[in-house]
């Protein structure tokens, strides 16, 4: 008997907690469409996106663009390696995965892990859901990877042989692996844990009780972590001031002071090697022939704001379970430099804010 996706039964309910998280959530709603823009104009190819992100008609921003793709560019590379490295007998845990396509992209790649978990917000997976139920392009792989007769299915869950998408609030650790194991989670598994603009909406301690509880299950292990940095300086303070006024609170921003701040989170809590680097370093090590084609597509007037924006984001990623992971995924061998030099102004630090930064009230209302 075939496998179907029977129709979910869709439930709204709202809570103080739920409203407290409506500016966090609808964080997801931003990222989600700038990426689907800069796919519409050839930043990276994604040809399921569409079918869960509607396309703006509002143009963004060159310089937003160009950090888009550097996130993409840095994630991917870093679970690439974790698969290869594994040679894909693992599994991915995406914290707070919103709207993301990779687990399909994986699958044209022939990159799949054993199994590839996502985890948000109820509300969030509800609608994710209902894309998947409808789009035969997203449906259709996890329908063929399906080794059972029945698939398990409803509004805030789904559970396939290799994919299962879980509404859970990553606060609250207990559930979290309740409905993790419910899915067939493996602790004996090498797992790869991403979590992008995530772990800054937490507390410091609800963060770090995750990362604990991270390092601590899994025999070998390895976490990214994609978010803010550098966020002591004016340009920093920007940023904050502009989502607090979306009522949208960076509750962790104080372990985001510095690339050393980061690296210190992660070791704290049980993971045995850490890197970071912020996102401009890592754009000086793209492919110069990749940075050539994204940079003719449209024209960058201000590379001073490009600088600002991505020195304050930073690529973390940790790893536990010996040294052979962790020297696989070293930052050199992740990223290795350009064998051509970027120009001087590209890798200069600023020394003021560009106009459009100090003048503007509205820049950088989302998490890139």
């Known amino acids: 008997m075939a496998a179907s996706l029977r129709r979910p039964s869709f439930t709204a309910c709202s809570s103080p907690t739920d409203t407290d998280d409506e500016g966090v959530r609808g964080t997801c ?45 840095g994630v991917s590379q870093l679970t690439k390696a974790f698969l290869r490295k594994t040679e894909c007998n693992c599994q991915i845990l995406n914290l707070g995965a919103g709207m993301d396509t990779t687990f399909w992209m994986l699958k044209d790649e022939d990159l799949l892990p054993r199994k590839y978990f996502e985890i948000d917000f109820p509300m969030i997976v509800t609608r994710k859901l209902h894309s998947i139920k409808l789009k035969p392009l997203l449906s259709k792989p996890i329908l063929d990877l399906h080794s059972e007769d029945t698939l398990q299915m409803d509004g805030h869950m789904l559970d396939s042989t290799r994919y299962a998408i879980i509404g859970a609030d990553l606060r609250d650790i207990a559930d979290l692996e309740e409905k993790l194991k419910k899915c067939n989670m493996s602790t004996q598994l090498p797992t790869l844990l991403i979590a992008e603009c995530v772990l800054v909406y937490m507390t410091p301690e609800q963060s770090a009780n995750l990362l604990k509880w991270a390092a601590n299950s899994f025999e070998a292990a390895m976490f990214i ?58 754009y000086s090590r793209l492919p110069r022939a990749e940075v050539i084609r994204i940079e003719s597509l449209e024209f960058l007037d201000e590379m001073e704001l490009l600088e600002q924006l991505m020195q304050h984001y930073c690529l973390c990623w940790a790893t536990k379970g010996g040294s052979e992971l962790a020297s696989g995924v070293s930052d050199t061998a992740a990223f290795p430099p350009s064998p051509v030099a970027d120009s001087p102004s590209a890798l200069q630090p600023p020394t003021s804010l560009p106009p459009s930064v100090s003048n503007s009230s509205c820049l950088f209302t989302h998490c890139q």
Not at 39 to 68: C, F, M, T
Not at 247 to 276: F, I, N, P, Y
């Open 225 to 282: 972590n994609y978010e803010q940095v550098n966020m002591g300086d004016r340009f920093g303070q920007i940023m904050i001031e502009n989502l607090r006024r979306r009522q949208c609170d960076l509750a962790g921003v104080e372990t985001c002071k510095s690339l050393e701040s980061q690296r210190e989170r992660l070791l704290s809590s049980g993971w045995e090697s850490a890197s970071a680097i912020d996102m401009m370093e890592l």
């Open 29 to 73: 709603e931003d990222a989600s469409i700038c990426k689907r823009f800069a796919v519409s104009i050839g930043y990276w190819q994604d040809p399921y996106i569409q079918h869960l992100v509607r396309l703006s008609k509002e143009r963004k921003a060159p310089e937003i663009n160009r950090g888009y793709f550097a996130r993409v560019h």
